[in-house]
């Protein structure tokens, strides 16, 4: 094993290394080494100690992901080793006839920091978090491949190359969707919300629901097939809606109780407030509104106003299942802002339940980054 270039900590985190906090900021360090990105370096303190091994990044503000606190002997078989334990945890969980669309790795939760790898059906999706990321997972097209039985890869697309892709079909709990892999967001679905699609269909027979925010229709298509009265699907997406549209069509579920509403979620709100409409569900779902610590102030009032007029439209007696996918939101907080938005409707929440992104998108204790999906169901009174 080759000596690994030595990177000093001026801050002292050895506590949260040994903690598993796996990103080195690159003002905790004395100064940077001469290595290029993606070069496996071990971490000491001030004392000359060794507190971990991670690689190094030249350029993004995470100087260092940590890989393990014992010293790597060889990359390949540790991305490989972590590769199929992934797999494997997914595996144990799905059926694959029912589902065939999940995160196989979610980065740091799975002890592979700085990807995200997505997969649909036998593509798998890969984002790297900076040219760190890319440099030391290079030859991961090859290591996916490796490491994929019993599944079989047809193909390893890059999320910032993906453009010339066409659409596929995939299913998730026997729902079947349409994914645009060249131009759908976040690489084709929002694979976290499985679990929540789940709980939200599991209350929705009988009831009408309201999707705000509501993409190629995944908590429109779950409550429909669970035997919901109606649903309402709003994005300001147009190409995302359409496909909703379709996802019914695919998935034999009637169009004539479904609306599909090309426009601002806050004002569809908005008019459905003054008009009186209510829906049984409320389903909110934005983007994050926080993607920055410095947006946080902004991304409160707007969180606040979208939960007073989400909680206005809900039906008394009603549900109203509201999320947010910014980690610099804290779930306290936003579990607050649904409170006091429903209150300023002149309503009363009561949570009955939250919950996060689905199991293979797993959060570390020590790295509370990384726990983003706050999901609240409760009713409204
Ligand atoms: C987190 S995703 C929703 C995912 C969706 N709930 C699902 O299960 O697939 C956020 C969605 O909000 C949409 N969006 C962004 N800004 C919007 C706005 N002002 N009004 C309505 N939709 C918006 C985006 O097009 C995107 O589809």
Redesign the pocket.
């Known amino acids: 094993m080759p000596a690994s270039a030595k990177v000093i900590l001026r801050k002292n985190l050895g506590r949260a290394l040994r903690q598993g906090h796996p990103w080195i900021f690159r003002d905790a360090l004395v100064e940077a080494p001469a290595v290029p990105g993606g070069a496996v370096v071990t971490v000491a303190g001030r004392d000359g100690r060794t507190l971990a091994h991670g690689y190094w990044d030249a350029t993004g503000p995470i100087a260092v992901r940590v890989l393990d606190l014992l010293p790597v002997r060889d990359v390949q078989v540790l991305v490989c080793d972590r590769l199929r334990q992934a797999l494997a945890k997914r595996l144990a969980r799905l059926d694959r006839n029912q589902t065939n669309a999940f995160r196989w790795v979610h980065g740091e939760g799975d002890g592979l920091p700085g990807i995200h790898v997505d997969l649909y059906d036998q593509v798998a999706v890969v984002r790297f978090d900076g040219a760190g990321a890319r440099a030391f997972y290079r030859d991961l097209d090859h290591l996916l491949a490796e490491c994929s039985a019993p599944l079989r890869l047809s193909q390893v697309v890059d999320r910032e190359q993906r453009a010339s892709l066409g659409e596929i079909e995939v299913r998730e709990n026997c729902i079947r969707f349409i994914v645009d892999l060249g131009r759908g967001?976040?690489g084709g679905?929002?694979l976290d919300?499985r679990e929540n699609?789940h709980a939200v269909a599991a209350r929705a027979a009988g009831k009408s629901l309201l999707?705000?925010?509501?993409?190629?229709?995944?908590?429109s298509l779950y409550a429909a097939a669970a035997g919901a009265t109606r649903t309402d699907t709003?994005?300001?997406?147009k190409p995302?809606l359409a496909t909703a549209r379709r996802n019914f069509q695919l998935n034999h579920l009637s169009l004539e109780h479904a609306g599909f509403h090309a426009?601002?979620?806050?004002a569809f709100l908005d008019q459905a407030a003054r008009r009186t409409r209510r829906w049984d569900i409320v389903?909110s779902?934005?983007?994050s509104f926080a993607p920055s610590r410095r947006a946080l102030p902004a991304a409160r009032s707007a969180y606040f106003r979208l939960h007073r007029l989400a909680a206005t439209v809900v039906a008394p007696g009603g549900l109203l299942c509201a999320?947010s996918?910014s980690s610099h939101f804290p779930r306290d907080e936003f579990l607050a802002s649904v409170e006091r938005g429903a209150a300023a409707a002149g309503r009363r929440f009561g949570l009955e339940a939250v919950t996060g992104a689905g199991f293979d998108h797993p959060a570390l204790p020590a790295f509370p980054e990384g726990d983003y999906l706050k999901f609240a169901i409760g009713r409204i009174d």
């Open positions: 967001q976040k679905l929002f919300q699609r999707n705000l925010y509501g993409y190629t229709g995944g908590f709003v994005d300001s997406a995302a426009t601002d979620a806050l389903v779902d934005p983007p999320a996918c």
